[in-house]
């Protein structure tokens, strides 16, 4: 870079699960978290026809031996157009179902668990916030 500027790292934002509506809890999702800091999944249930609920976890995953440690567990989202943040960061304050401080590891597992077999519609996307 010209100057010596160093550029600047930016967030990666993908996503994790694309809209549908579902019965069953989909294939977990395992990102690759060794170069970032912090994680903010956003989760946003669009339609719920009857009582459907969906509960999602971040969870630490060591690469060796697959022990799996659970960082943050959504409260259960159970109505339409219902949003949610999660985040798990160093820099943040743990608050329940919403907030863990901790660090992420090589490997994060995001998983989503239906309560029952009622058709419920969401989306889910990851922002990767990178170190500096």
Known sequence: MPNGLVPRKRKVTKTVFASAARTTAPTDV?????????LVLNIHCSADPSTASVTFEIIAVDPLSGEETQLLQSAALDAADEKLRLTVSPDVADSANVAANAELGELTRIQATPADTESITYSVSVELIPYG
């Open 30 to 38: 395992d990102l690759d978290t060794s170069r970032y800091k912090a």
